[in-house]
């Protein structure tokens, strides 16, 4: 490598294990207050809650979803459903009717037009002094309601956000997913700590109703709308905390095609919400997320594509030396082909990488801890170091390269074409 490139290597490299240490120093002190409780457990009030199910092409999963949040461990009269299909193409309509007897769920249909139009659609019919939504490839814990109430306690706290969990995965693309979202419930739960959440997830994030009242419903924010919200909370100052113990089941991509698409829009969403937030970052009075999280999250993106860009390159300079090694010597020159590491600087790649994967991996084992209640390792562990170290570069790649071109990815689109995958 080139001492500027060595040079801009080790920045970032420090900078990312600089996040990790700091998430690790956090933790050593906050352990003691995470909270993971298991069984039932009783609230002193049962305040109202609403709870919408934007759905489009989602017949194989939507009675799960719904049936779900019916199994809730919470009073029925305090709990209502608002099931909205958003101009579903498949049968997502015709399974959702079957639930309109039910006296707490309300169904709705309307020509199609993104996510977010379906959750405002709902947030018309709202009348609970709490609300939430809950994607309709995802199942709720019956505990999670309970647990998630508790943390309203706080009269400041104004978001609770869950923890997901991949639902029942089939195959290695699934199950290094499962490794992704065990590490999350980690990092979510640092973050909250710091007062730093910048995503409530789709999947039964609640809120105070008062957050629409004062800041206004849902926007498109890049078909990433669920981290829009949090970001406009996170100006405003408004609270958002996270309950490891409230788990929420989610189905995750099954193929590197879907995989991609979905992870190519999140890294777009990001990045644009990021550019729409510009003016919050780095600014004192936005505490955590303008210093830490946002700022963390953009040298993710440059050093996995820094990374990419290092190997390919390295590639070049070894193929190129190859062929002038050719042309001075012959074909008889690499009859004994070996690869030459001098190429690489293999001292500090395997020390750097070492304490780069040992954090991540203690990240997730920290994670998997407060899901299952101890330390777990598993094959899952090695498929989500393999594929997402080949994998997250390109999609990091081609978000980056939408949003030069302000070319955003669908969520709608990404629905149809999954839909036409699994018809095949």
């Known amino acids: 490598m080139s001492s500027v490139s060595t040079t801009i290597y080790f920045i970032l490299t420090f900078l990312s294990v600089y996040v990790q240490v ?18 039932t457990i009783e609230l002193s009030e049962y305040p109202g809650v609403t709870v919408i199910v934007p759905c489009y092409n989602e017949e194989k999963t939507i009675t799960g979803t719904i049936e779900s949040l019916l199994d809730l461990d919470y ?15 498949d049968h997502t309509w015709d399974t959702i009717k079957k639930f309109e007897e039910h006296q707490n769920i309300k169904i709705l249909k309307k020509e199609n037009g993104g996510k977010y139009t379906a959750l405002n659609l709902g947030l018309k019919y709202v009348d609970t002094p709490f609300l939430g939504c809950l ?39 699934q199950g290094a997913q499962k490794a992704e979202y065990d590490m999350a419930i980690y990092t979510k739960k ?4 710091l007062g730093g959440i910048h995503v409530t997830p789709g999947p039964f994030s609640i809120f105070r109703k008062k957050v629409f009242e004062d800041l206004g419903p849902y926007r498109h924010a890049h078909n990433t709308e669920d981290q829009e919200i949090a970001l406009r909370m996170q100006k405003n100052h408004y609270k958002i905390e996270h309950c490891p113990d409230a788990y929420v089941y989610t189905v995750a991509p099954n193929s590197v095609g879907k995989l ?23 600014k004192k009075k936005y505490g955590t997320v303008a210093f830490f999280t946002l700022p963390s999250g953009i040298i993710s993106v440059i050093s996995a594509i820094f990374l990419l860009g290092m190997v390919f390159y ?3 300079v070894f193929l190129i030396n190859k062929i002038i090694q050719i042309n001075i010597a012959g074909f008889s020159s690499i009859s004994n082909f070996s690869f030459d590491w001098f190429y690489f600087d293999t001292k500090t790649i395997f020390f750097m990488s070492i304490l780069l994967y040992s954090s991540v991996v203690f990240s997730l084992l920290m994670g998997r801890r407060m899901l299952e209640g101890k330390i777990r390792f598993s094959f899952d562990i090695l498929y989500f170091v393999i594929i997402y170290g080949a994998l997250a570069p390109f999609w990091l790649l081609k978000a980056v390269f939408n949003t030069i071109r302000s070319k955003q990815a669908s969520w709608t689109l990404e629905r149809d074409v999954g839909l036409k995958l699994d018809a095949n």
Do not use: C, E
């Open 135 to 173: 994607d309709a490839d995802s199942f709720v814990d019956s505990q999670a309601l309970k647990r998630i109430m508790t943390y309203f306690y706080d009269s400041h706290v104004m978001a609770v956000a869950p923890s997901i969990v991949v639902d029942k995965p089939k195959n290695i693309i």
């Open 260 to 282: 991609f698409r979905q992870r190519q829009r999140w890294i777009y969403g990001f990045l644009r919400n990021v550019i729409d937030y510009k003016k919050i970052l780095f």
């Open 190 to 193: 640092m973050l909250a700590f």
């Open 75 to 89: 009073p029925k009269d305090k709990l209502k459903i608002i099931v909205i299909d958003d101009g579903s193409k």
């Open 314 to 316: 390295n590639i070049i």
């Open 22 to 39: 700091f998430f690790l120093s956090v933790f050593l002190d906050k352990r003691k207050k995470i909270l993971v409780r298991k069984g």
